[in-house]
């Protein structure tokens, strides 16, 4: 009974840990967040046009990784883990994605991870949509 409590604290708090932002909406829980604003951590979903594919990360586990441009210019690289989840078939230059992962801020213009589902179950489960097929 005491892990099944603490199974519930712990889904409970991760769920409230992470702030849900829609980049082409600007909508988010718990408050109302734009693209521009996006923090660290932030749980983000939306949508861009693939700019450049980049070699897998082949350290540790390993990341397929490449551009996306979204709406106001603003890129960001997508790095989505397939020791997780499937590599996104066919990706090309000027294809459309959809994501739903951890934005991380850096200098070029941030990092979208956590891009599949979590096996352990600590982590809100994200995704990658291509070609009508989703990723996770």
Do not use: C
């Amino acid at each position: 009974m005491r892990k099944i409590l603490a199974l519930i604290i712990l889904l409970i708090g991760s769920y409230f840990g992470y702030q849900q932002v829609d980049s082409e909406t600007g909508s988010g829980s718990p408050q109302n967040v734009t693209l521009e604003s996006w923090q660290s951590g932030d749980q983000v979903r939306g949508r861009g046009a693939v700019v450049r594919i980049l070699s897998d990360d082949n350290q540790g586990s390993r990341h397929q990784r490449f551009i996306v441009r979204l709406d106001g210019n603003r890129t960001v690289l997508v790095a989505h883990n397939i020791d997780l989840a499937p590599r996104v078939a066919g990706l090309a230059e000027g294809d459309s994605v959809s994501f739903y992962g951890q934005f991380e801020t850096n200098q070029r213009g941030g990092v979208i991870h956590w891009t599949h589902k979590d096996p352990q179950g600590r982590h809100v489960d994200g995704w990658l949509e291509h070609a009508g097929k989703r990723y996770e």
